[in-house]
């Protein structure tokens, strides 16, 4: 998952440096800058435990580490769906029209939602146990 977050940041960053960007409107840059932020700020959350493992190795904090690690693990994906449905929309945007962006925009909120949050919720009050075979 940081690969591909990274990955997706770096993509991001060199967007504006292509011809294609200048042609976006200022709602797509909009929401383009707003999605650079939240893929960033994903980036940085989702490797903030690893640099804190380093740092407090073998120093008894593994229960605080843990939770903390949680927490930023839970924000980053927050912020990565953010950035996915961000980068949806201002693809669909340069691609198909601002019609097609806002669709896409809600589909992708709804499959997040969906895989994201709805499945596991479900899974976890019992309901969602598949039989093994």
Known sequence: MQTGVQLLTGFLLTLPFQE??????????????????????????????VAMHRLLF?????KSLVSTAHRLAYTGLLLLGFALTGVTMVI????AGSAAAVIACVCALIA????????PLWMRSGSGDLPVR
Do not use: E, N
């Not at 797509?28 to 707003?34: C, E, I, Q, T």
């Not at 073998?58 to 593994?62: A, E, P, S």
């Not at 669909?92 to 691609?95: G, H, I, L, R, S």
């Open 20 to 49: 294609p960007f200048r042609a976006l409107s200022v709602t797509m840059r909009s929401v383009y800058l707003a999605t650079v932020v939240c893929s960033v700020a994903s980036t940085v959350l989702l490797v903030a435990p």
């Open 58 to 62: 073998r120093r008894h904090r593994l």
């Open 92 to 95: 669909f945007d340069a691609v």
């Open 112 to 119: 997040l939602a969906g895989f994201w949050v709805v499945l």
